[in-house]
């Protein structure tokens, strides 16, 4: 097994140990060096008061893409932590399903800076609902299990 | 019923009308003029990897609780739609419960500018986890309901 | 003359009436429709305690050419006014000069959501050392002029 | 002289040489513990379109100001480094003079969270006209000088 397939499966195992995601009913779909891909299907269990998906789901599995996207480029025995993030809803989170694409955009040593663009799909056609930028931090030696820390 | 009252009891129907907020097991706990708080018990169902809650869950009851202070300070005829915020996680969201407590800024004719800190709450003491800057706004003239249209 | 270049024209000629562009030196390189590019070439007056382009040179010009990118998506008898925006400084900002490139991400009636990338130029290479998202929003009827309020 | 005393010579002298501050007329006017102040008088070099404040010059005042507080709380052998900000312009920046006043709201060892309030002052009456939430690093073991290296 690679280095990178190892720490794929890392990402894997610590997506699984994320209750929300579950709760949420979202799924790690796409992973490569620098990119991870989330989705999640509409439930009325999602909503906000218009019956749109709420913003609170959006920003979630845009901050996981981000998270893990990073997660991709640090070493197995770190652990990931999201410093911060901003995001711009533009536009209502409608469809059968929404997805977010997040990228690496500045690998430092200590902290990635990441991009995530997160899409409704209506009838397989894709539009923009929203975009973030966020700031996620490796914490070397602190392997990612649920006993870590991950003070910054 | 005075005009505060009534958009009070505005904004406790929009609350219950999120699929999500429920969903998460979060309580609309106090509302006043332009202030909102909001908390979430602790569940297996709402954590990250290392089994705090998950930011997305520390994000959302901060947004809306945003939202809903901002709302307060709407016309009864608005809708109300967050257009962005940043949220900074400044330490692991552990205890018992989360609570956001929300407050606006500046309250301008379309925009309102809120801030929203978040406590993890651990036999009785809070500590701070988080804290946002965000810009709502106001939709004139098209009502909170399930078919208001929210694009910016 | 056409729409859009009475509009360009009515970019130039707001940028010539900010004191602190000129103040700084920086100029306005280009313009199309929903895309702005400012540079600045480096002096000791704009640096921080490094030697390097201070962050408030960086964002100063990241923000104007996000401005006058939404600006040339507005009717020419909209003012035009920053609401926030989001800096992340990836790099030091070094170089002979600096440039920012912006582009409208998503248009709406009354705001517009903008990135901007901003590079130091070195020997003719470019390096980003800058990105930020910003909400920039156009008040209707009230023509961009010395007079002109700028409230939301 | 106390380790405190030390400290703040440390942030007067690397305020001293930031180019853009003395090229702003800015000036460092408050400093304690986790908090700074900076102000700037109004001039015509400073302005944007409308004749009020640019911007930038808000932007680098609070950006400044949030460094200097976090620096206060970090070793005298640390550099300081801002990662990010973000800045709501919540009213047109006017008056005789502006001024910045930051707060440390969170100080972890590697990142301090800020905050900072811009007001525009105006017959001695001082109105709020921005706000802002950073993130910034203490660069352990590189002084703070001009060869420092700042990269994250």
């Given at each position: 097994m690679s280095e990178q397939e190892e720490r794929n499966g890392g990402v894997r195992e610590s997506f699984a140990r994320q209750g929300l995601m579950r709760h949420l009913g979202a799924r790690l779909k796409d992973l490569a060096e620098g990119r991870c891909e989330i989705e999640v299907p509409y439930r009325?269990?999602?909503?906000q008061q218009h019956g749109y998906f709420h913003a609170g789901v959006t920003a979630a599995i845009a901050d996981s893409a981000c998270g893990y996207a990073a997660y991709t480029l640090m070493a197995a025995t770190d652990s990931v932590l999201t410093v911060e993030y901003k995001i711009n809803l533009v536009a209502p989170a409608e469809g059968e399903r929404l997805v977010a694409r997040a990228r690496v955009v500045r690998s430092g040593k200590t902290l990635k800076v990441c991009t995530a663009d997160v899409f409704g799909v209506k009838g397989g056609k894709e539009s923009l609902c929203a975009t973030t930028l966020s700031t996620i931090m490796a914490l070397a030696?602190?392997?990612?299990?649920?006993a870590a820390p991950k003070k910054a």
């Open positions: 009325e269990e999602l909503t030696g602190r392997k990612d299990g649920r």
